[in-house]
């Protein structure tokens, strides 16, 4: 797993430094596989998938957007691109100057617009990013950091869940470099078991160019209770984030996702595959109906990271024990709006120690 803030960083200098090269890295045939477009977007950092022809003619583009839709449209990793390919993107010709791509993004609300010379063929990409500075976001990231860890233990007897290293550094500094890296600045870490070594660490967030406040829980008060205790001074949608889970989601466009839906609360989720190790019978009743060798079973599971709105923490009652789950159940019986966002970027809930171990290769 790479943590995106270094791939963004890394595109950008590429984009810079050898803009001949740096684009090719994003190309793919129309004749892949949704699988493909998600590898090629996680490897390339460019957050575009250029898709060309048998011919390397250029035919469109494919976005984290578009795959997300054609996940919640039911289609399958394995299935092709076509379904989801960007037939009308936005494209310049190379005499176009940055100055004027730079406005064609900012109108259209896009990050990328390819550059396409007279023969359908891709010289270049201009890259928002590498043209103007990411704006800062006034929304809060709050970091839930007070669960004492047991599956960890013995890691977690003198050293709280958020605190373990993984390639040097703390779990939840990696949170907060990768949400930083987006212009998120303003944090808030709920702490309980051992709290006092994570503020110890991180202080006020000066060291790390941030601004961290703190809820200081009582009591264990689960994965949303302490959001019982914020005093928000701002009604903008706000990032909760589990402080055992690392990856590369895009918490901006979570968020943007999130206000986009007029959702109250947005549950970032993850598909799960695991294979079944037998033959599988299907019955009717003792009548057999037919079989599957090995099947492979899909779910989709709580990766950790949310965005509410302000709305969702009167729902909460002050001080007491909550599970998000929980309060998602309570929104629903509310017949409040609560949506999902699948994600399809590396992802790794640090639970136990097995997982610590994996962390720590990966990264």
Avoid at 12 to 32: A, D, G, R
Avoid at 67 to 79: E, S, V
Wanted: glycine share 6%; proline share 4%; aromatic share 8%.
């Amino acid at each position: 797993m790479h943590i995106l803030a270094n791939r963004l960083q890394a595109a950008k200098v590429n984009s810079l430094k050898n803009s001949e090269q740096f684009w090719k890295k994003s190309v793919l045939k129309f004749n892949s596989s949704i699988q493909e477009a998600i590898s090629n977007l996680n490897n390339s950092g460019l957050k575009i998938v250029l898709v060309v022809n048998h011919k390397d003619e250029f035919i469109g583009t494919i976005s984290d957007g578009d795959i997300r839709r054609g996940l919640l449209a039911n289609l399958n990793i394995n299935d092709s691109i076509k379904k989801i390919i960007n037939y009308e993107a936005l494209v310049v010709p190379p005499e176009f100057d940055k100055k004027s791509a730079l406005k064609l993004m900012e109108l259209n609300q896009i990050f990328q617009v390819p550059i396409i010379n007279n023969k359908k063929n891709i010289v270049g990409l201009f890259l928002r990013h590498s043209i103007t500075i990411e704006n800062e976001r006034n929304n809060i990231m709050v970091i839930m950091a007070g669960g004492i860890g047991k599956r960890l233990l013995p890691h977690t007897e003198n050293c709280p869940k958020p605190m373990l290293e993984v390639s040097g550094k703390p779990i939840l500094e990696h949170i907060i470099e990768r949400a930083k890296s987006e212009g998120f600045l303003n944090f808030i870490i709920s702490i309980n078991y051992l709290g006092e070594m994570i503020e110890s660490y991180f202080g006020n967030g000066k060291k790390l160019g941030v601004n961290i406040n703190y809820i200081r829980e009582k009591k264990p008060l689960g994965t949303a209770g302490a959001l019982s205790l914020l005093n928000l001074k701002t009604k903008e949608p706000f990032i909760v984030s589990n402080g055992d889970v690392i990856t590369d989601i895009s918490y901006a466009e979570l968020l943007d996702f999130h206000s986009k839906n007029n959702s109250i609360a947005t549950m970032a989720v993850n598909l799960y595959e695991w294979q079944n190790p037998y033959g599988v019978v299907r019955l009717d009743g003792v009548d057999i109906r037919g079989f599957e060798e090995k099947p492979i079973n899909r779910t989709h599971i709580n990766a950790g990271v949310y965005a509410l709105s302000n709305s969702a923490l009167s729902f909460l009652e002050k001080d007491c024990h909550c599970d998000m789950p929980k309060l998602f159940e309570q929104l629903m019986e509310s017949s409040q709006k609560v949506i999902a966002y699948p994600m399809h970027e590396p992802w790794l809930d640090v639970g136990r120690s097995a997982d610590l171990n994996k962390a720590n290769k990966k990264i």
